[in-house]
């Protein structure tokens, strides 16, 4: 298995809603990262996580909370979202952190309204 | 810090044709690695090459090859016998190996390049 895979693909959520998106990986990487995109703009790194520990939180707002519940699994739960939320969450993988060869999923449109 | 920089927001080529996308970039660090990611309307990120720093030749993939100049910071992507499903963006990435320390080691990339192949 070499793929990361993301779900949902789509997700239409209100501001006051709470969504959590998911990321799964069998390669046995060791590092997950979570990336937000928006249109016609290259990925801007949010979150890492390196052997299941938070490494770097890019000072995003706490309404986005990452979680890892093992080495395999990485979450962000959404909470109180604005529309500028809106974007292509992107989740990746590496052996190690800084170990380079990233593989990306197919991220998740999210759309808050 | 490192930076990336992609001068050609677009660009166009003609099936079966090559085309050279380029990438510039600014490091002190004298080991790191570059990629190319290409990014198709189906959204995910793909690996398309990568080079390592220390590795004088140049890599190559298929129809992908890149031209490094580490001494001028330049990377670009050589496509060549293009084809419809390249069309995408292409992202120039930079990371500088796990050793170097600190948090900066995170894939810096470059605005991107969108390329779509003319049949």
């Known amino acids: 298995d070499t793929e990361v895979t993301q779900t949902p693909k789509h997700l239409v959520m209100g501001m006051t809603n709470k969504k959590s998106l998911k990321c799964e990986q069998h390669?046995?990487?060791?590092?997950m990262y979570w990336y937000k995109q928006k249109a016609k703009k290259p990925p801007e790194l949010m979150f890492v996580?390196?052997?299941?520990?938070?490494?770097i939180n890019e000072s995003v707002p706490s309404r986005f909370s990452p979680e890892c519940p093992n080495s395999s699994l990485l979450n962000l739960h959404l909470h109180a979202l604005q529309p500028e939320d809106s974007a292509l969450y992107l989740c990746?993988?590496?052996?190690?952190?800084?170990?380079?060869?990233?593989?990306f999923g197919s991220g998740t449109r999210l759309t808050v309204v | 810090a490192q930076t990336v920089t992609q001068s050609q927001p677009e660009m166009s080529v003609q099936e079966a044709e090559t085309v050279t996308l380029s990438c510039t970039y600014d490091?002190?660090?004298?080991?790191?690695?570059l990629f190319w990611y290409k990014q198709p309307p189906s959204r995910q990120m793909i690996l398309v090459i990568r080079?390592?720093?220390?590795?004088?030749q140049n890599a190559t993939e298929n129809r992908f090859s890149v031209n490094f100049q580490k001494a001028a910071k330049s990377f670009s992507l050589k496509i060549s016998d293009s084809q419809l499903g390249d069309t995408a963006m292409y992202f120039c990435?930079?990371?500088?190996?796990?050793?170097?320390?600190?948090?900066?080691?995170?894939?810096?990339f470059g605005k991107g390049t969108l390329l779509t192949v003319n049949p």
């Open positions: 996580y390196s052997y299941e520990k938070l490494s």
């Open positions: 490091t002190s660090e004298s080991n790191y690695y």
């Open positions: 990746a993988s590496s052996q190690e952190e800084g170990l380079g060869g990233y593989t």
């Open positions: 990435a930079f990371t500088p190996p796990r050793n170097s320390g600190g948090s900066n080691y995170k894939l810096t």
């Open positions: 390669m046995g990487h060791r590092a």
């Open positions: 080079q390592e720093a220390y590795k004088q």
